[in-house]
């Protein structure tokens, strides 16, 4: 063996000890801490390094920094150290063979499990430590590291006890201890900030509280410190704490483990048990655990102190005033959620396991609950996070073994305990469960009018002395954390500051509610959000305010209150959902509402109506055209009878109808109606009225989808001034108005103009509703278009590629896989791709592009053609040219029934047909194409446009293939002079034009 490996070496010539790394994961320290002796004995100098494996830093990164260490470097091998972050064993295999096998001599490795573990740990060569004792796992080691002839050197002075053998324990070990958890995660800090504490301390002192709300793992946590610590201790004693008598009972049953020689009396064992562990007689080294120690009143004096450790978990901070150093425990972080979930629950991947942690707040009982149940059952996350959304019966939630009671049970006896003794803060309690979990709006709480309040929640509201006392009974046992900072009881105030109540603990409370109580809390909380609503949603410094309501109306069950403020509080939070983005929570609130109001309102209430209204607008901003054209139709028939064509409420339905047969692509129609809108608006609203401009604004949009592109850049500039001075430069509406300006520019040809203006509307969007609302992102990808059409290097053309690979990620993490938003980016993102040689990658996401609007259009519709034409120039640079012939060729056919023969859209399909026509040898029929794609585009867009421009490169492309030399010399040059004039003389569509490469055009998908 020691010929295999390189020999560690003496000390040098200045007595520097050779180094040893260990590198080990938390679960192992006892191994490691006995390994790490074992070698010091034989003058090693011995580095821990705790490997924690975190998932954001890649395994290779990690691998490499620990190279890094001095020495040679022995890890200790077990399932646990390749679980961490988590990893996959292919994961761990290759990172292995790539960072460890070129330098195996430098590493060594230990086995402590039986567990499976990468194959690629053999380039270790781990000794096996599992099975042999202590002697024979010593010899092991040394043998492995070519220490077995290396003398003992005995530490001068050194008074630390030799640690025991992994597998040893105490001499005193209370049976009743949990069983050590083998799917714990996590908690590296806690667990060393309490060895720190407990160490450091001096004698007597040595007392560590773990506190923090039911079902974080406080437990689990002392545990798991018991297992990771249990060899320096001679004893560890667990004792359940929950009430004075068992704790009494639970320490005297010590005293004979002890060799206490007492009487049978429990007072007299107790008192034996805790003279002994003050003396440290017989064992200096004992460890006492009390589990659940929620009274520190009542126990407090039960304590023992001296020589050893006292490690406390309770939901009560106020062990601080008993002497006890406090920990809080948290929820888990998101990494170690996601590390445990996928332990209990191999099944799900990371995805599943971070929106499963996100639906149960990374509680470690509640996902020990449901991970353990998912991870048996066929049931998908995503519905589960449904049910979750509801309620979770009790036949949904799992009892884990690891944990000695359930959420909901320990929940019920800390309610009933409240209930006796603390009935304010029950009634707190309650009151809080009908706003959302989470942060409670305690300030909305605080300023609640009297009227209507029944008098005993008046009091608690609005007397400090109360409040206060409800609060800190609540912080007492966890129940609410991050709360309220102390208030003067003199004084009539208390700091607004949300307090936060976690969502299992609100179910629970909420679902245990008399239905009397239910009635009055419920009243209570709806006018304090009625007294919140801020009004305009139009304005866009509302917004924070409504943001801050909207999560509550759900809980509040605002939809089954008659009064009106409440009312009208649904009403406008729908409008601010619609202008802040907030589509889909939107569309759930906007259909309960209008059927709950249907059937309690009647069909033709006009808040019925009005609620319709929101709903369509809302269905429409995520694509589902079809039922917002007929709610929309619906309502315009209803509202034309019974309020007249001239009324707001009918010209806002047309409105929306129009804007539907945009995006059905009934292009014609809705600029009939926008043309009916705009001066019927006019006059009976005014010409300033908000309404008049929108529909100013939708002809904008009629124009432009109808390919009319200078028609709709006036008109959009007229509609910008308009906004600019009546709503102000900043206006949301106003924004919209100079992005839908620069696009026309865009569209035109005007390609710096229009990235002069929309750089200034992305800078506005994004200080007026945020970098992450999707107007925003709208407007960065006009500007990363404006910036590639204007380019005049591959460097900046390099730089767009990267702005729209980030949006699209942008786009589906924060809008949708199908929001028409991010379909417009991905479809732009597959013709760069395409443009950059990257033929599989443009293959991919073309497909998926053609396979959404498939499933959201109709047949025929424009946006599925242009895909097509689009798909057609990838599989052509895929080798697959009849194909794409083929494809091109209906693209044409297809995009001509659609929009006619003179759109723009035709145009460019048109000008992608006649390449292929030339490719596959048709010079003719190329030649043909091209003449009548020229005559078309000059008349439609102008001789300068570059479109009209690209088909005149190609024409003479095809006049050559006919060897129409002298012509196409003449159209050519002709070509290359206005595409200099226009663009520039190195800009590349001039370059490739001189290059004679053949122009392609991509379609673009336009906002409806």
């Known amino acids: 063996m020691s010929g295999r490996r390189s020999p560690v070496g003496p000390a040098d010539k200045h007595g520097q000890k050779p180094t040893i790394t260990i590198s080990f994961a938390g679960y192992n320290r006892a191994w490691a801490t006995w390994i790490g002796h074992v070698l010091e004995r034989r003058g090693q100098c011995v580095m821990y390094r705790r490997w924690e494996g975190p998932s954001e830093v890649p395994l290779t990164e990690q691998l490499r920094e620990l190279k890094r260490a001095s020495g040679r470097i022995l890890i200790v091998v077990s399932e646990w150290y390749f679980q961490l972050g988590p990893r996959t064993y292919e994961e761990w295999n290759s990172a292995l063979r790539e960072v460890v096998a070129p330098d195996a001599e430098r590493f060594a490795g230990v086995l402590v499990t039986s567990s499976p573990v990468p194959t690629a740990t053999a380039v270790l060569a781990a000794t096996d430590l599992t099975l042999p004792g202590a002697e024979e796992a010593e010899r092991r080691v040394l043998d492995r590291l070519d220490l077995l002839g290396e003398p003992l050197v005995e530490a001068s002075g050194s008074t630390r006890r030799a640690p025991l053998f992994p597998t040893a324990t105490p001499e005193v070990w209370d049976p009743t201890v949990p069983d050590r958890n083998p799917r714990f995660t996590g908690r590296e800090e806690l667990m060393s900030d309490a060895y720190r504490l407990l160490r450091e301390a001096q004698p007597g002192a040595g007392v560590v509280t773990f506190h923090g709300m039911p079902g974080v793992g406080k437990t689990q946590l002392a545990a798991e410190f018991v297992y990771r610590f249990r060899l320096e201790y001679d004893v560890v004693w667990w004792v359940r704490a929950e009430k004075r008598a068992g704790c009494r009972r639970a320490l005297a049953e010590l005293a004979p483990k002890l060799g206490l020689t007492t009487g049978a009396e429990y007072g007299e064992r107790l008192r034996a048990v805790r003279a002994s562990l003050r003396r440290g007689e017989p064992y200096a080294k004992w460890l006492l655990i009390l589990d659940g120690a929620d009274e520190p009143q009542e126990i407090s004096d039960l304590v023992p102190t001296g020589t050893g450790h006292v490690l406390i978990t309770s939901r009560n901070p106020q062990w601080r005033e008993h002497g006890s150093q406090l920990l809080e425990v948290p929820v888990y972080d998101r990494t170690e959620s996601v590390a445990f979930i996928r332990r209990r629950a191999p099944r799900l991947t990371r995805t599943e396991a971070a929106q499963l942690a996100e639906g149960l707040e990374d509680l470690p009982l509640a996902l020990d609950q449901t991970a353990g149940w998912l991870g048996d059952s066929d049931l998908s996350v995503a519905h589960y996070i449904d049910l979750l959304e509801g309620s979770i019966e009790r036949s949904e939630v799992r009892v884990s073994p690891d944990f000695p009671m359930s959420f909901q049970q320990s929940w019920s006896i800390l309610l009933g305990k409240l209930r006796e003794t603390a009935p304010d803060s029950v009634d707190l309690l309650r009151l809080c469960t009908f706003f959302a979990p989470g942060p409670i709006p305690v300030d909305l709480l605080r300023r609640t009018p009297d009227v209507?309040?029944?008098?005993?929640?008046?009091?608690?509201?609005?007397?400090?002395?109360?409040?206060?006392?409800?609060?800190?009974?609540?912080?007492?046992?966890?129940?609410?954390?991050?709360?309220?900072?102390?208030?003067?009881?003199?004084?009539?105030?208390?700091?607004?500051?949300?307090?936060?109540?976690?969502?299992?603990?609100?179910?629970?409370?909420?679902?245990?509610?008399?239905?009397?109580?239910?009635?009055?809390?419920?009243?209570?909380?709806?006018?304090?959000?009625?007294?919140?609503?801020?009004?305009?949603?139009?304005?866009?410094?509302?917004?924070?305010?409504?943001?801050?309501?909207?999560?509550?109306?759900?809980?509040?069950?605002?939809?089954?209150?008659?009064?009106?403020?409440?009312?009208?509080?649904?009403?406008?939070?729908?409008?601010?959902?619609?202008?802040?983005?907030?589509?889909?929570?939107?569309?759930?609130?906007?259909?309960?509402?209008?059927?709950?109001?249907?059937?309690?309102?009647?069909?033709?209430?006009?808040?019925?109506?009005?609620?319709?209204?929101?709903?369509?607008?809302?269905?429409?901003?995520?694509?589902?055209?079809?039922?917002?054209?007929?709610?929309?139709?619906?309502?315009?028939?209803?509202?034309?009878?019974?309020?007249?064509?001239?009324?707001?409420?009918?010209?806002?339905?047309?409105?929306?109808?129009?804007?539907?047969?945009?995006?059905?692509?009934?292009?014609?129609?809705?600029?009939?109606?926008?043309?009916?809108?705009?001066?019927?608006?006019?006059?009976?609203?005014?010409?300033?009225?908000?309404?008049?401009?929108?529909?100013?604004?939708?002809?904008?949009?009629?124009?432009?989808?109808?390919?009319?592109?200078?028609?709709?850049?006036?008109?959009?500039?007229?509609?910008?001034?308009?906004?600019?001075?009546?709503?102000?430069?900043?206006?949301?509406?106003?924004?919209?108005?100079?992005?839908?300006?620069?696009?026309?520019?865009?569209?035109?040809?005007?390609?710096?103009?229009?990235?002069?203006?929309?750089?200034?509307?992305?800078?506005?969007?994004?200080?007026?509703?945020?970098?992450?609302?999707?107007?925003?992102?709208?407007?960065?990808?006009?500007?990363?278009?404006?910036?590639?059409?204007?380019?005049?290097?591959?460097?900046?053309?390099?730089?767009?590629?990267?702005?729209?690979?980030?949006?699209?990620?942008?786009?589906?993490?924060?809008?949708?896989?199908?929001?028409?938003?991010?379909?417009?980016?991905?479809?732009?993102?597959?013709?760069?791709?395409?443009?950059?040689?990257?033929?599989?990658?443009?293959?991919?996401?073309?497909?998926?592009?053609?396979?959404?609007?498939?499933?959201?259009?109709?047949?025929?519709?424009?946006?599925?053609?242009?895909?097509?034409?689009?798909?057609?120039?990838?599989?052509?640079?895929?080798?697959?040219?009849?194909?794409?012939?083929?494809?091109?060729?209906?693209?044409?056919?297809?995009?001509?029934?659609?929009?006619?023969?003179?759109?723009?859209?035709?145009?460019?399909?048109?000008?992608?047909?006649?390449?292929?026509?030339?490719?596959?040898?048709?010079?003719?029929?190329?030649?043909?194409?091209?003449?009548?794609?020229?005559?078309?585009?000059?008349?439609?867009?102008?001789?300068?446009?570059?479109?009209?421009?690209?088909?005149?490169?190609?024409?003479?492309?095809?006049?050559?293939?006919?060897?129409?030399?002298?012509?196409?010399?003449?159209i050519e040059q002709e070509a290359l002079s206005d595409l200099a004039s226009a663009f520039g003389p190195q800009h590349l569509y001039t370059v490739r034009a001189r290059r004679r490469e053949r122009p392609v055009w991509d379609f673009e998908p336009l906002t409806t």
């Open 452 to 970: 209507h309040v029944p008098a005993r929640i008046a009091d608690l509201l609005h007397d400090a002395r109360a409040w206060q006392d409800a609060v800190t009974q609540l912080r007492r046992y966890s129940v609410i954390t991050e709360g309220l900072q102390a208030a003067d009881p003199d004084e009539n105030i208390a700091s607004e500051e949300p307090f936060y109540l976690h969502r299992m603990v609100h179910q629970i409370v909420r679902q245990n509610m008399p239905d009397q109580d239910r009635q009055e809390f419920i009243d209570v909380v709806r006018q304090a959000l009625v007294a919140a609503n801020p009004g305009d949603p139009g304005d866009i410094r509302s917004w924070a305010v409504y943001a801050q309501l909207v999560p509550h109306l759900k809980y509040a069950d605002v939809l089954g209150s008659e009064d009106r403020g409440v009312q009208n509080l649904i009403l406008k939070s729908l409008r601010y959902m619609y202008l802040s983005g907030d589509h889909a929570a939107g569309i759930k609130l906007g259909e309960r509402a209008l059927e709950v109001w249907r059937a309690t309102l009647g069909e033709n209430n006009p808040r019925v109506w009005e609620v319709a209204h929101h709903l369509a607008n809302l269905l429409r901003k995520v694509g589902e055209y079809q039922r917002s054209e007929a709610i929309t139709r619906s309502a315009i028939e209803h509202l034309r009878e019974a309020q007249g064509v001239e009324s707001l409420a009918h010209l806002r339905a047309v409105n929306g109808l129009a804007a539907d047969l945009r995006a059905l692509a009934r292009y014609e129609e809705s600029r009939e109606l926008c043309e009916w809108l705009v001066p019927t608006c006019r006059d009976a609203l005014s010409a300033n009225s908000r309404t008049t401009m929108r529909s100013e604004n939708n002809l904008a949009l009629s124009l432009r989808l109808l390919g009319r592109y200078e028609a709709a850049r006036d008109q959009d500039r007229r509609t910008l001034e308009d906004r600019r001075r009546i709503l102000g430069a900043t206006s949301p509406e106003t924004l919209s108005s100079q992005r839908s300006y620069s696009l026309d520019l865009r569209l035109l040809g005007e390609y710096k103009v229009a990235g002069s203006i929309q750089r200034e509307n992305v800078r506005e969007m994004r200080k007026a509703v945020g970098p992450d609302h999707e107007d925003t992102l709208l407007a960065e990808y006009y500007l990363a278009l404006c910036q590639y059409r204007a380019s005049g290097s591959s460097d900046e053309r390099d730089r767009t590629w990267d702005l729209i690979v980030e949006l699209r990620t942008r786009c589906e993490r924060v809008l949708d896989l199908t929001h028409p938003h991010t379909l417009i980016v991905t479809s732009a993102l597959s013709c760069l791709a395409r443009r950059r040689g990257l033929v599989d990658e443009a293959n991919a996401v073309s497909e998926s592009v053609i396979a959404r609007y498939e499933v959201m259009l109709s047949d025929g519709h424009p946006y599925i053609v242009g895909s097509r034409a689009n798909h057609a120039l990838v599989l052509y640079d895929a080798g697959e040219r009849e194909q794409a012939h083929a494809l091109t060729e209906r693209a044409l056919a297809d995009m001509t029934t659609a929009v006619g023969d003179t759109h723009p859209w035709t145009l460019g399909c048109a000008l992608n047909s006649s390449v292929m026509r030339k490719l596959v040898g048709d010079f003719e029929a190329a030649t043909d194409l091209s003449k009548d794609t020229v005559s078309k585009a000059t008349a439609t867009l102008g001789s300068s446009h570059p479109l009209t421009l690209f088909a005149r490169v190609a024409l003479a492309d095809d006049l050559r293939g006919l060897r129409s030399v002298q012509q196409a010399e003449k």
